[in-house]
T-cell receptor, first 114, second 110 residues
């Protein structure tokens, strides 16, 4: 059963702590993405990766970091430098990295920082 | 970077009424994709438009790409409660990545 998994679904952290969100795909897709969704703001791109061991900043990368050591995995770390980390985080993948490629989304992780 | 404006932000309709959401850009787009996100869910791809003036239909949904490739619309005929959700357009142009609109949240009153 192919798809994208994100865990956990809900995550609570104290202010000042770093937290890592996981994203795994078994679709054999080259490209992976992280988006942040806030009410009324749509989807904003945080980071994307076109290939293993390579990634680029999106529109709102400050306070976040990523790694892409394996094709299947693209974890996102929300650091203490991110001023407003509470949000819904969506991971996506696509077979290629062009803008005509369909993106497939995971179920998302809702992060609340207390 | 590339911006796409999506209107309206919210739309409440009576079941059976039609619904339209619009996606506009100041620059020429290469393509438009449309996604639907059900409440509590994640975005799911609906369709892609690439050609100028292109029109595609999926049952009660009609998607259009403008002649100048600067705007697109999604029209739903005779809405049903299953149509509830947020509809996003995502545009490709210039930059390497898709840019998502802010979405139109559709509520259907039974």
């Amino acid at each position: 059963d192919g798809g994208i998994t994100q865990s956990p679904k809900y995550l609570f952290r104290k202010e000042g702590q770093n937290v890592t969100l996981s994203c795994e795909q078994n679709l054999n897709h080259d490209a992976m993405y992280w988006y942040r969704q806030d009410p009324g703001q749509g989807l904003r791109l945080i980071y994307y990766s076109q290939i293993v061991n390579d990634f680029q900043k999106g529109d709102i990368a400050e306070g976040y970091s990523v790694s892409r050591e394996k094709k299947e995995s693209f974890p996102l770390t929300v650091t203490s430098a991110q001023k407003n980390p509470t949000a819904f985080y969506l991971c996506a993948s696509s077979i290629g990295s062009g803008y005509t490629d369909t993106q497939y989304f995971g179920p998302g992780t809702r992060l609340t920082v207390l | 970077g590339q911006q796409v404006m999506q209107i309206p932000q919210y739309q409440h309709v009576q079941e059976g009424e039609d619904f339209t959401t619009y996606c506009n850009s100041s620059t020429t787009l290469s393509n438009i994709q449309w996604y639907k996100q059900r409440p509590g869910g994640h975005p799911v791809f609906l369709i892609q438009l690439v050609k100028s003036g292109e029109v595609k239909k999926q049952k009660r949904l009609t998607f259009q790409f403008g002649e100048a490739k600067k705007n697109s619309s999604l029209h739903i005929t005779a809405t049903q409660t299953t149509d509830v959700g947020t509809y996003f357009c995502a545009a490709g142009a210039g930059s390497y990545q898709l840019t998502f609109g802010k979405g139109t949240k559709l509520s259907v009153i039974p």
